[in-house]
């Protein structure tokens, strides 16, 4: 599988040099190479009309950096620079293709395109200044604002995208059809994915956060919910009050990344429970993952 890396420490060096005209640079030429990804789900590199939704608005929504604040985007860019972010991401996707090459999976696509873009901080403060998309197989985005908590789970956000790759290849998603379980299995087999290669220690916060009380209570407010349908009634489960509350869903009593928790934890009692690896349980259908995980009968 070829791998293509977007340069993207070279566009955003010029983007932040230059007076004008940023807005177009960044749509014909950061975002271009992602325009099949963009219009599988529906967004426009430019909109018909003035202050439409387009790819500006959509990455600004994902917690992207704004293409006019350059102080903070030069600092980021800076530091990506020092710790050589790109090559972490090319000796990362060759070990994700390594391993599904070993066990014989497939992704859907002859080519992975990977970019890697500069978070807000604010925006992504509950993500601890990381996010990613990997939703189409083929394409891979990474949006970050380097700190000293993040930098060093660069891999294992990268081999989490990497495999919403892999299981988009198997499964179809349907955004209207999602079910709070489906989500539930998508992000826990990709979380168990990036700890099988990187471990359990470089884990996201929408993990890594929850004490043993909270895991608990998510998980009793989970379970009544699974077969719910439609992406903003799951949403409210996965992604928690706070963020339900920005993006105009309705809150359900949880902490921030309560369903990426308890998917985890599913998955991982699951593979537990039943001995079997990660390269068997991603492609296993939710309903048998959910049945025999053990997690919501104790």
């Not at 009309?49 to 903070?72: C, E, F, H, K, R």
């Not at 495999?163 to 989500?183: C, E, K, L, P, Q």
């Not at 990036?194 to 956060?209: H, N, Q, R």
């Amino acid at each position: 599988m070829k791998i293509i890396i977007e340069d993207t420490i070279e566009q955003y060096d010029k983007l932040f040099s230059m007076e004008e005209d940023k807005e177009n640079f960044y749509r014909y030429s950061m975002m271009k190479p992602f325009e099949k990804m963009w219009n599988m789900i529906n967004v426009p590199l430019k909109a018909k009309q003035p202050n439409g939704y387009d790819v500006i608005m959509a990455t600004n929504m994902l917690g992207y950096l704004n293409v006019s604040d350059t102080q903070t985007g030069r600092q980021a860019l800076e530091s990506l620079k020092e710790i050589q972010a790109l090559q972490t991401a090319h000796s990362t996707l060759n070990h994700c293709i390594d391993f599904i090459e070993k066990n014989n999976i497939n992704i859907n696509a002859d080519e992975l395109r990977f970019g890697m873009y500069i978070a807000d901080p604010k925006k992504l403060e509950l993500q601890k200044g990381y996010c990613g998309f990997g939703g189409i197989p083929g394409f891979i985005q990474v949006s970050i604002y380097p700190n000293s908590y993040n930098i060093p789970r660069i891999p294992a956000v990268i081999a989490h995208e990497f495999h919403h790759n892999i299981r988009f290849s198997y499964f179809d998603w349907d955004h209207g059809d999602v079910t709070v379980g489906d989500y539930l299995i998508i992000e826990g087999l990709a979380e168990s994915f990036a700890k099988e290669l990187y471990g359990e220690d470089l884990l996201g916060p929408w993990v890594t956060s929850f004490d043993k009380e909270d895991l608990e209570y998510s998980k009793e407010v989970i379970k009544d919910a699974l077969d719910i349908k439609g992406f903003a009634e799951v949403s409210s489960y996965m992604f928690g009050d706070t963020i339900a509350k920005e993006q105009g869903y309705q809150p359900v009593g949880l902490s921030s990344f309560a369903g990426y928790a308890v998917g985890y934890h599913a998955v991982q009692s699951f593979m537990e429970t039943n001995n079997v690896g990660i390269e068997e349980a991603t492609l296993l259908g939710t309903d048998e993952i959910l049945s025999n995980c053990g997690l919501f009968s104790k």
